[in-house]
């Protein structure tokens, strides 16, 4: 999907904050808007699609808070982190009480290099952002990263886990691009809001299959050790 779209950065893009890191490019997720000014971002956003498919709906900037809290909606609250995730809604369903559940699916990465604060209708923000990802979005392949992977999540106690299944179904595929894969394994394996934000706003690609494989490697340990202790101990040898 991320190679036949293409994200327009000359235009600002509606900017949709949440305390945490909640989609990655090349990963779905779905959340809630239900605060007005998110309400009338989904609005705005569907309104550009016209009759057309869904995905020509403008693009979101999922971006994140940059402290733990804040007081009421004044100008400039919340205050956000620069790296953002430039997303599609995919899917989406309003609710009777005026809320909507949207399917999001991330695209690229990007940089918050001006805010526009709400004016006259608008109430949400707007951002002119800048392209973290070279190719605007479409995964690369890595070839000796992703020999590494199949290796780790084909033995052992992690080959037991079933939410690795799909990993190993796309590496024995051999047609899904190395980041496509990375980027599910860090949805799923990152731990924390501040180690999943790093890796949004990490732009090495390498990196952060890197950093895929150590966390991989640290949960394969945390398993064997596990079975480990679970394991029966063995008979003595008697002396008699």
């Keep these: 999907m991320a190679s ?4 327009d950065f000359s235009r600002p893009i509606a900017l949709f904050p949440l305390p945490s890191v ?18 009338q971002l989904v609005e705005d956003c569907l309104r550009a699609h016209g009759d057309g498919p869904l995905l020509d709906a403008a693009p979101i900037a999922m971006a994140t808070y940059a402290g733990r809290s804040w007081s009421g909606e004044r100008i400039g609250e919340p205050p956000l982190r620069t790296a953002v995730c430039v997303a599609k809604i995919v899917d989406q369903r309003s609710l009777p009480d005026g809320r909507h559940q949207l399917l999001l699916h991330g695209f690229s ?12 209708r608008r109430l949400y923000r707007l951002a002119r952002l800048s392209p973290v990802d070279r190719k605007n979005g479409a995964p690369r392949w890595m070839p000796g990263l992703e020999a590494e992977i199949s290796t780790l999540v084909s033995r052992g106690n992690l080959l037991r886990m079933q939410q690795l299944d799909p990993v190993r179904d796309w590496i024995r595929r051999g047609n899904v691009p190395t980041e496509f894969i990375v980027e599910q394994l860090l949805m799923m394996l990152s731990r924390g809001d501040d180690a999943r934000y790093q890796l949004l706003a990490e ?18 340990n945390l398993l064997d050790r596990a079975a480990e202790r679970a394991a029966p101990a063995g008979r003595g040898i008697s002396a008699n």
Excluded: C
Aim: glycine letters at 4%; aromatic letters at 12%.
């Design 4 to 7: 036949s779209v293409q994200i």
């Design 22 to 39: 909640v989609v990655y490019p090349h990963t779905a997720e779905w959340i809630v808007a239900f605060e007005p000014r998110y309400r």
């Design 203 to 220: 732009p090495s690609g390498r990196t952060r299959a890197r950093f895929a494989l150590s966390e991989l490697n640290y949960l394969a």
């Design 109 to 120: 990465r990007a940089r918050i290099d001006v805010i526009a604060e709400p004016e006259g």
